[in-house]
């Protein structure tokens, strides 16, 4: 069986089973629609509106891709700028603690005000989001070297730069790669908190439309379709970084 089959299978099995779960809560509460629809009704919403909802799903992956591969690359630069210079460290790490103590939704306004309601906007708040997962997962990871290799560096007295091309990168890399596993999650997530705060398409701006108009069945159309977004990005993060650690097992 192929390495991914029996993941994708299990991942399948969970969203039937809470598909299942879900129409019996609609039928033995016999739920309004206008406050949660059956499955059926949330398919047929997506069948009518398809285009659209794919056209403004295009819209938030973009956002969301791009937000991620700058946070992660970003994250990964200041990592190592701070292993490299321990006083940069000392000194760098309380901002950026207290820009994780900022609530997103609440700086999410001020940055669609200074950047408008186009795609910087949303890229900035994706890289907030997952900035500092990235950084904490990898500083920790390059900080984190076994104790023979530490004295072997002193023992040839290897400079910095040479330790950290020839031990520290390796050895922090599977903490670098955990860190982009998490971050796959939380991307989309800070993709949609952007559109919330003020946007011309994405799924969020679908799902306020539709709250406004009472249209659940679209807005649980549009939530499905972000949930589908969240295990891709997951599935492929993952399969990404079996390239970068090949010897560390991912399930």
């Known amino acids: 069986m192929m390495p991914f089959l029996m993941p994708l299978l299990r991942t399948l099995a969970g969203l039937a ?41 295009g819209i938030t992956a973009y956002e969301t891709v791009l937000g991620f591969g700058l946070g992660a690359l970003a994250g990964a630069a200041l990592s190592v700028m701070l292993w490299l210079f321990p006083v940069a460290a000392r000194l760098a ?15 999410a ?30 500083f920790d990871g390059l900080q984190r070297l076994d104790p023979g290799l530490g004295d072997l560096a002193r023992l040839y007295r290897v400079s910095r730069l040479r330790e950290l091309w020839l031990f520290r990168l390796p050895s922090g890399l599977p903490a670098f790669a955990s860190g982009l596993r998490v971050a796959a999650v939380f991307a989309p997530m800070g993709a949609i908190i952007g559109e919330w705060a003020g946007a011309k398409g994405g799924l969020a701006f679908i799902m306020l439309q539709s709250s406004n108009r009472m249209q659940a069945d679209l807005m649980f159309a549009a939530l499905i379709l972000l949930a589908a977004m969240v295990l891709i990005m997951r599935f492929v993060v993952n399969r990404l970084t079996q390239y970068l650690v090949p010897w560390q097992a991912v399930t």
């Open 17 to 57: 089973l809470a598909v299942a779960l879900w129409a019996a809560i609609v039928v033995v509460f016999d739920t309004p629609h206008y406050i949660l629809p059956g499955p059926e009704r949330v398919a047929a919403a997506f069948v009518k509106n398809a285009g659209f909802l794919l056209q403004h799903a």
């Open 93 to 107: 790490m309380p901002p950026i603690l207290v820009t994780q103590a900022l609530p997103v939704f609440a700086i």
């Open 109 to 138: 306004p001020i940055l669609v005000l200074w950047l408008g309601y186009g795609l910087a906007s949303k890229i900035v708040v994706v890289i907030l989001v997952i900035f500092f997962t990235v950084t904490s997962t990898f």
